[in-house]
């Protein structure tokens, strides 16, 4: 069974950071590539970054520059660190991997960037 869980999600004001954490079990963790999307009330769900086993990344155009994916095999836990925020980054954040024809997601963690 494989298992996502997010954390690391809040409120902050504009040009503040955060780094979101997500642990995976179930999965032979570095063999898979990690993938952040978000969603936005009303919108659809985008590719944030993505990371593969092999550490190769890339970005949505939107984050370039200000976030960074990174991952740890020996915690089976990929970051996304995130600096520089604009009120356009809320969303909820997910998790996501795809193992063979399967998609799996965590629950989502919430950022919301105001003042």
């Known amino acids: 069974q494989v298992h996502l869980v997010e954390s690391g999600g809040g409120l902050v004001q504009p040009g503040g950071s955060l780094r979101l954490s997500c642990a995976a079990s179930?999965?032979?963790?570095?063999?898979?590539?990690m993938g952040w999307y978000r969603q936005a009330p009303g919108k659809q769900r985008e590719l944030v970054a993505r990371?593969?086993?092999?550490?190769?990344?890339n970005y949505a155009d939107s984050v370039k520059g200000r976030f960074t994916i990174s991952r740890d095999n020996g915690k089976n836990t990929v970051y996304l660190q995130m600096n520089s925020l604009k009120p356009e980054d809320t969303a909820v954040y997910y998790c996501?991997?795809?193992?063979?024809?399967?998609?799996?997601w965590g629950q989502g963690t919430q950022v919301t960037v105001s003042s």
């Open positions: 990371i593969t086993s092999t550490g190769s990344r």
């Open positions: 996501n991997v795809e193992r063979g024809s399967s998609n799996y």
């Open positions: 179930g999965i032979i963790f570095n063999f898979y590539a």
